[in-house]
């Protein structure tokens, strides 16, 4: 080996290692299982009762953004012109979303994508902005990323990213975890960069000493044909079987990035590409009961239950079902809704609500 080989062989192997050591400080890796901080300002915040109705939300608020733009990522060509938001559009996106959770007054509220130092959104603590808002509901809160990493070299993006998902309770939180999904095949270095779904699991004691477990996600949305939403899926209904195997009641809602049955031959074929014909959803919703029902999500009334609006100027109004709650069937449903009417200019998607009574005590 030539003098100069070696010196050019051991550059190489310096600037792999200065990109590997550059990657590692600007990402962020998870731990499969991580404990969470609760927040209860309120000391006395009521435990929940066996047998008591439960009202629960759940609401992709979209980083605050609205519908006054058209993103890179709303087309399939990634031809969207714009790549943020104003910082007045989204305050009034977040009045907005407090009007309609005041409204509403779920007693747990599970939301998806808001932001905490991310570029797209200003470098905003969104979640901060929104619990000034709605303190004297929710005493209790907790959070956890589901992306995050200094820089994202993106063009679109080209900065830091910092994505949450929020679960915010009347009442009392005992415990709560973060459990990381399965992510996305990709290279060694684009996977540092990529979201990294999970599920955040809340555990709220009830009063003869049991637990309601209740869990807040979006999956991440993937190609059809790739394993990962797959394994998303599976990944959580092993951990909603455990929860019945052990007689735990048990409640997930969140953003699923999945069509309910019979809604992928609805779509315009241009619109199919990030779904399978086959939705992974059914690893669900053939164990345990789903709002809105495949009856409700593709019926005669299927209109009611659409929750997703894309950004899209081609698109004029809701088009498909992809939120969604699940619930162990120990819990009764009592009624449900998806709220459309004064909701479709806040978010890209509206937010679904019920009503539920928890079991009785044995």
Avoid at 3 to 32: F, K
Avoid at 72 to 79: E, I, L, P
Avoid at 109 to 118: G, I, R, V
């Amino acid at each position: 080996m030539t003098r100069l080989l070696r010196i050019t062989l051991l550059g190489l192997v310096i600037v792999a290692g200065l990109l590997a050591a550059m990657v590692y400080s600007l990402t962020w890796r998870p731990e499969p299982k991580q404990t969470l901080p609760v927040s209860c300002v309120a000391p006395r915040a009521p435990t929940l009762l066996p047998g008591q109705a439960l009202k629960v939300m759940t609401w992709n608020v979209q980083y605050l953004a609205g519908k006054n733009y058209v993103f890179w990522y709303d087309t399939a060509d990634g031809s969207g012109p714009d790549e943020r938001p104003t910082v007045e559009d989204m305050a009034a996106s977040l009045d907005e979303v407090a009007r309609v959770i005041r409204e509403e007054q779920p007693d747990i509220l599970l939301l998806q994508e808001l932001d905490e130092n991310a570029k797209p959104s200003h470098y905003q603590d969104q979640v901060t902005l929104l619990q000034e808002r709605v303190a004297d509901l929710y005493p209790c809160s907790t959070q956890a990323f589901d992306w995050k990493a200094d820089f994202v070299p993106d063009r679109h993006i080209f900065g830091s990213v910092g994505r949450k998902l929020v679960t915010l309770s009347r009442y009392q939180i005992e415990h709560a975890e973060r459990l990381q999904l399965p992510v996305p095949e990709a290279n060694f270095i684009a996977r540092q960069f990529q979201p990294k779904p999970a599920l955040l699991l809340t555990y709220l004691p009830l009063s003869d000493g049991g637990q309601l477990a209740v869990l807040n996600t979006r999956f991440d949305g993937d190609a059809p044909g790739r394993s990962a939403v797959q394994e998303q899926v599976n990944s959580t209904v092993k951990l909603l079987d455990k929860f019945e195997g052990r007689g735990t009641p048990w409640l997930i809602g969140g953003d699923f990035n999945l069509l309910p049955l019979g809604q992928f031959l609805r779509l315009d074929a241009g619109k199919r590409g990030q779904y399978s014909p086959d939705s992974e959803l059914h690893l669900l919703w053939e164990k345990y009961p789903m709002i809105p029902s495949n009856s409700q999500s593709s019926g005669i009334d299927r209109e009611k239950w659409l929750t997703y609006f894309p950004n899209d100027p081609r698109v004029t109004g809701p088009d498909r079902t992809l939120d969604y709650l699940f619930y162990s069937p120990r819990i009764k449903r009592v009624e449900a809704k998806v709220r459309q009417d004064d909701t479709l200019r806040i978010s890209n998607h509206l937010p679904v609500i019920a009503r539920f009574l928890l079991p009785a005590a044995q």
